[in-house]
Nanobody, 120 residues
Framework: QVQLVESGGGLVQAGGSLRLSCAASVDIVSIDGMAWYRQAPGKERELVAAISNRFTTNYADSVKGRFTISRDNAKNTMYLQMNSLKPEDTDVYYC??????????????WGQGTQVTVSS
């Protein structure tokens, strides 16, 4: 079982920055993929950024050039550096981890979420 704990959310003005952290209860070298998602009330959860265990990254078009995902294997922690924040970035942000099973499917694990609010 993998437990994920997010931190770093808060209230920031438009144009500001925040850094989210996701601490895992296991050695993240064993985690095949990690990602940040976000969800607003009444909307579907959307992928913000993802990083593989080979440090391959991908981003939603809406955050490219502004957000940076990274992982520190020594600290078992994933990060999301968010710069040039916009009011439309306001959401609850969730950390996710994917572990490949022998049958080829994935087990997914989720954190409890952290609120990010960007004021205009």
């Amino acid at each position: 079982q993998v437990q994920l704990v997010e931190s770093g959310g808060g209230l920031v003005q438009a144009g500001g920055s925040l850094r989210l952290s996701c601490a895992a209860s296991v050695d993240i070298v064993s985690i095949d993929g990690m990602a940040w998602y976000r969800q607003a009330p009444g909307k579907e959860r959307e992928l913000v950024a993802a990083i593989s265990n080979r440090f391959t990254t991908n981003y939603a078009d809406s955050v490219k050039g502004r957000f940076t995902i990274s992982r520190d294997n020594a600290k078992n922690t994933m990060y999301l550096q968010m710069n040039s924040l916009k009011p439309e970035d306001t959401d609850v942000y969730y950390c996710a981890a994917l572990i490949l099973r022998p049958d080829g499917d994935y087990n997914d694990y989720w954190g409890q979420g952290t609120q990010v609010t960007v004021s205009s």
